[in-house]
């Protein structure tokens, strides 16, 4: 669980971390409050270094912070392999355009400021966003 933005912001925190140990890149995500949507690019590391710590981790600082145990995620992470460019442009649209299908943010011009998309950043505006690019 994403609730609050406290537990946003670690979550990001310990993405921008893993994302520079795992040596990998985050070209887009979103943040929701039960969900997360992430794009990244590896290398020569599998993924699983990058997902590993960072839900292990997030998982022990959620449940200690909420006096709970259990899963956090539901399910397990999917993947899927991106080998076109014009596929890839609509999965960037799709996960930052996430919030305002959920019908968290109600105008476009909302997404330039919110702070659980990487949209800002690509669009040079300031906010989270920038935790996440190497």
Same mark, same amino acid.
């Given at each position: 669980?994403? =609730?609050d933005n406290a537990d946003k912001l670690e979550f990001l925190r310990r993405?921008?971390?893993?994302?520079?140990?795992?040596?990998?890149?985050?070209?887009?995500?979103?943040?929701?409050?039960?969900?997360?949507?992430?794009? @990244? +690019?590896?290398? $020569?590391?599998?993924?699983?270094?990058?997902?590993?710590?960072?839900?292990?981790?997030?998982? =022990?600082?959620?449940?200690?912070?909420?006096? +709970?145990?259990?899963?956090?995620?539901?399910?397990?992470?999917?993947? @899927?392999?991106?080998?076109?460019?014009?596929?890839?442009?609509?999965? @960037? +649209?799709?996960?930052?355009?996430?919030?305002?299908?959920?019908? @968290?943010?109600?105008?476009?011009?909302?997404?330039?400021?919110?702070?659980?998309?990487?949209?800002?950043?690509?669009?040079?505006?300031? =906010? $989270?966003?920038? $935790?996440?690019? +190497?």
């Open positions: 669980m994403l =609730g993405l921008g971390e893993n994302l520079v140990r795992s040596q990998v890149q985050c070209l887009a995500w979103a943040i929701m409050s039960n969900h997360y949507h992430l794009l @990244i +690019r590896v290398c $020569a590391k599998p993924l699983a270094k990058l997902i590993a710590p960072l839900l292990g981790g997030y998982a =022990g600082y959620y449940n200690r912070s909420h006096q +709970r145990s259990g899963y956090v995620f539901q399910n397990r992470y999917k993947s @899927i392999l991106v080998d076109e460019e014009s596929y890839l442009l609509e999965l @960037i +649209r799709y996960i930052h355009l996430n919030p305002m299908r959920a019908k @968290i943010l109600s105008a476009l011009e909302e997404l330039d400021k919110y702070p659980w998309t990487g949209h800002a950043g690509l669009v040079n505006k300031t =906010g $989270a966003s920038v $935790a996440c690019h +190497r």
